[in-house]
């Protein structure tokens, strides 16, 4: 993963479980994360996305309607097409689809844009 994608308060995997990025440091050619409940400062390269699911949607607040996730404040709405979740905002039934998400952090980032709030589980 690349520091520019993550900021503090995403989740990512980290030795196999989930953890919460507290900070993001970058110095020279390098960028390294600090975790929340801990000090260590891997490598991003060590740390692993984690990937959108239905369920991850729904601990996120975002509401099943038929044929996608809806989070009202938004109007942001996802639909899995294959194993792809296209993304689009708008009050009709098309919205305008503008992105491929594919993990939980991409959502998290986008969601903070649109509103300045935090996406936490």
């Not at 953890?19 to 390294?32: F, L, R």
Request: proline residues 2%; negative net charge.
């Amino acid at each position: 993963m690349d520091a520019k994608e993550v900021r503090i308060g995403n989740y990512v995997y980290f030795e196999g479980e989930v953890k919460e990025i507290g900070s993001v440091i970058t110095a020279w050619d390098h960028a390294y994360v600090n975790f929340v409940k801990e000090m260590n400062i891997p490598a991003t390269f060590l740390i692993i996305p984690i990937e959108l699911t239905e369920k991850r949607l729904l601990k996120f607040g975002f509401i099943k309607r038929e044929a996608y996730f809806v989070k009202e404040d938004t109007l942001l709405r996802l639909a899995q097409i294959g194993n792809k979740w296209h993304c689009s905002i708008g009050e009709d039934d098309n919205g305008f689809i503008f992105r491929i998400i594919e993990s939980v952090h991409e959502i998290q980032n986008l969601y903070f844009a649109l509103t300045g709030k935090e996406l936490t589980l």
